[in-house]
């Protein structure tokens, strides 16, 4: 299965996909006509673009469940290949650990307004959730700064080779 998969997965993925914006697209552009009939306040109740959404959503599914079995499977199958894999996710963890626990649970006005606004649809917003959403930002932070760090590193260091 692995063998058939390196060699047409690519091919069996793009087919999928196209098959589904074509049932897609058949769907939508036989039905503008009533989807623009519609009154405004209708137009948001309709189920024209349901198939697209559902495609989107399953294909976006199974690629990650895809993702992670065959990233296990190449961990199971080539332990020592993998240690930097899992060395650098490891790394990843560590400095959102670090972020999550620095960040403030201070909730200044700008930040008051966005969760009033995420209160009103109906979520609950803890400190553990503001530390959460710190970490990550400051964690992605960090990541750019150091591939920015690396970018610059690598050029210098080329630049004298």
Do not use: C, R
């Amino acid at each position: 299965m692995y063998k058939f998969l390196t060699k047409n997965g690519q091919a069996m993925a793009f087919g999928l996909g196209v098959v589904i914006t074509v049932v897609f697209l058949a769907t939508v552009l036989s039905n503008v006509g009533e989807f623009t009939a519609l009154p405004d306040d209708q137009q948001q109740e309709t189920t024209i673009f349901n198939f697209g959404l559902y495609g989107a959503i399953a294909l976006t599914i199974i690629a990650a469940i895809a993702m992670v079995a065959f990233g296990l499977f190449h961990v199971a199958t080539n332990f020592k290949g993998s240690i930097k894999g899992i060395l650098g996710f490891a790394a990843l963890l560590v400095i959102f650990f670090v972020a999550y626990s620095t960040a403030s649970t201070e909730v200044t006005p700008y930040i008051q307004g966005a969760i009033e606004n995420f209160e009103k649809g109906g979520a609950e917003f803890t400190d553990n959730n503001l530390k959460f959403i710190s970490g990550g930002i400051i964690t992605t932070l960090v990541l750019v700064g150091i591939a920015a760090l690396s970018f610059v590193v690598s050029e210098v260091s080329n630049l004298f080779k």
